[in-house]
């Protein structure tokens, strides 16, 4: 007789449902990048007289964010596998449960904190970017 373990088996299959999630909310960002471009090229054209400096910082902004979302789904990635791996070592002691478990917060708390810097950094950008272009007006 086989000696299996389906629900490690079915704990893979939730692994790779996740991935796969990830990677098509990833796919869908990156879809939604290439049509601020183009929008954003059509309106350079369109719009007259035309600040182009302006929908630079609009395209730069659109991409610093769809940056930060990926790292967002990234990080809930990765928080999943911790847990099913901790999940997996069931019989594991106690301690190494938690051990495991403040290891992966910890992570994620330094990703969200690397994600936040990011968000900063951005608005930071647009600051600079729109009084630059303040000051050119003037």
């Known amino acids: 007789m086989k000696d299996t ?3 490690a088996d079915f704990v893979d299959l939730f692994m790779k449902g996740v991935e796969r999630a990830a990677e098509l909310q990833k796919k869908a960002l990156e879809a939604a990048t290439q049509q601020t471009a183009e929008a954003i090229a059509a309106s350079k054209k369109a719009i007259q007289p035309s600040v182009p400096e302006v929908f630079d910082v609009v395209q ?3 991409e610093r964010y769809v940056e930060a979302q990926k790292g967002v789904i990234d990080l809930v990635v990765q928080q999943t596998a911790a847990m099913v791996e901790t999940t997996k070592h069931g019989g594991s002691s106690a301690q190494k449960v938690v ?3 403040t290891k992966s917060v910890q992570q994620s708390v330094e990703r969200a904190v690397e994600i936040e810097k990011k968000a900063l950094g951005l608005a930071e950008h647009s600051a600079k970017a729109a009084s630059g272009g303040a000051k050119h007006k003037g």
């Open 5 to 7: 373990n389906y629900a």
């Open 60 to 62: 730069q902004g659109f």
């Open 99 to 101: 051990d495991d478990f």
